[in-house]
């Protein structure tokens, strides 16, 4: 084998863990992000365009920057930078978030912008580095213009074969095994190694000291030292904290109650007080009046969670109905996990059902007196949960006096998705009703498989026996106290139409104009 084909595969080599280490590099950055600014739409937007504008502008410079100056070494020294400062930016990003997170919870918006601002610098850097690359590694391979579209062509497939290895193995077994900034080591070390290698290579041919490139080794060993200290967030009552394949997890503890809060944790997924204690009426308690607007209703005899996150809904319905059977559908194993470790998630009626909402939903068979539907990626609802389609196959698995029960988010004066929600349910369903849950900005959506009226939840509140759960009691008195007008209008919801995420957009940004970011508030439901 001669000397031009052994660096033209060392050559294939680097461009490989280069496409690796870029994906590599956008996840994590995205996952960083996540615990902070969650995962919405407008977010990861801004991720992938920062991303591809950082690209470009990488193109380009590496482009030119490769005729003026073919030369190996400096590629190689290139790549060397790239990978340090993929290590470096990413832990500094984690610095800068954990900070950002204090002022988050406060909503302290010059904190928040002047830590987003940091994050977009930290992201470029090694962005742009790692664009420069591509163009530069084909000057480098291409000896004959004859064979340029060949070899070019097999760059950059070798290339997105590594973007695609960078794509899964950071998301899937890294990340949720080692944490995000153990990631950014690994990668941006590895990157590094094969630049240091590649420049020790060359060095003879090229015009620059390899000596100097060592210094990116001494100088990484204090930044891993410093940015992996602490946790990727510091709040008060902390008890636990992990990073699984879908959400950064946190438990709070505040009182004498454990609060779930995941990625951006600007609202608490699930709760636990000592000794099963329920100290305000909730989200989830309103679950419990859904059977009740059927006339002379019977305590359901079985239950379907969409959403079981900690297990808050099924823990309460089994303390007010009994153990009735209750099939829990939750997409991370690791809520799950936490669950048991730190809500009492231990009640052998309740069963576990781990997979996507709608999905796992299909493959049960029912049929349930009661589905509940809570599976917020907060301020979205998942716009899959949301459609005629999805509704039909809920309707399916109910009994023929159940319900539906669906949390709904809303601003004051702005009430257009429990609207199109309402009026998707109606495509399905015969009756519709709406509880505007106090204090909070949700509505409970109760949908029945029978024609009901809004009157049968009064009455049956009034029929209840004497011996029955105070929390039940509260449940359907503060429901019935606040039941919301139905206005069904707008688009109805489909699987191949459902502007979920537009609407949502639009809400969060009016009211956050007129309410500024004060009125979201902080832990909340």
Known sequence: MNHSTTERRYLYLTVFVAGMGTLAVEFTASRLLQTVYGTSNIVWANVIGLVLLSLTAGYFIGGRLADRRPDAFLFYALVSVAGFCAVFFLLLTSVVLRGAAGALAVMNVGAIAGSLLLVV??????????????????????????????????????????????????????IPVAGSRLTAVAFGTLLMIVGLVGAWRARRTGRGSWAALLALPALLVPVVALGLRGGLKAQAGQLYETESAYNYI????????????????????????????????????????APYFEADARPPQSAAVVGLAAGTIPKQFTRVFGPIPIDGIELDPA???????????????????????????????????????????????????????????????????????????????????????????????????????PGTLNTILVATQRPTTADSLAANLAALPPDADPLLRDALATAAANLAPITPGGVVFRDDRAPVETISDSIVIRYLLEMGPGGLGTLGQ
């Open 121 to 174: 610098l930290a992201l470029v850097v090694p962005v742009t580095l790692l664009g420069c690359l591509s163009p530069f590694a084909v000057r480098l391979a291409v000896r004959d213009v004859a064979e340029a579209g060949r070899v070019s062509g097999r760059l950059y497939a070798i290339s997105t074969l590594g973007s695609l290895l960078g794509t899964y193995l950071p998301v899937l077994l890294v």
């Open 335 to 437: 809520v799950v996990e936490v669950g048991r470790q730190y809500f009492a998630l231990d009640e052998s009626n309740i069963r576990a059902v781990i997979g996507d909402g709608r999905y796992g939903l299909t493959g049960l068979s029912g049929p349930y007196d009661i589905i509940t539907v809570d599976a917020y990626k907060v301020p979205y609802i998942p716009w899959h949960l949301t459609t005629r389609e999805f509704f039909a196959e809920a309707a399916a698995r109910l009994s023929a006096t159940g319900a539906l029960a669906i949390n709904v988010g809303r601003v004051p004066g702005d009430r257009r998705l429990v609207d199109g929600v309402a009026a998707t349910l109606l495509t399905v369903f015969p009756s519709v009703h709406a509880i505007d849950v």
């Open 250 to 289: 946190q438990v709070i503890r505040q009182d004498d109650c454990n609060y779930l809060l995941l990625n951006e944790g600007q609202a608490y997924h699930s709760f636990y007080c000592d000794g099963g204690r329920v100290p305000a009426i909730s989200v989830w308690s309103i679950m419990l009046a």
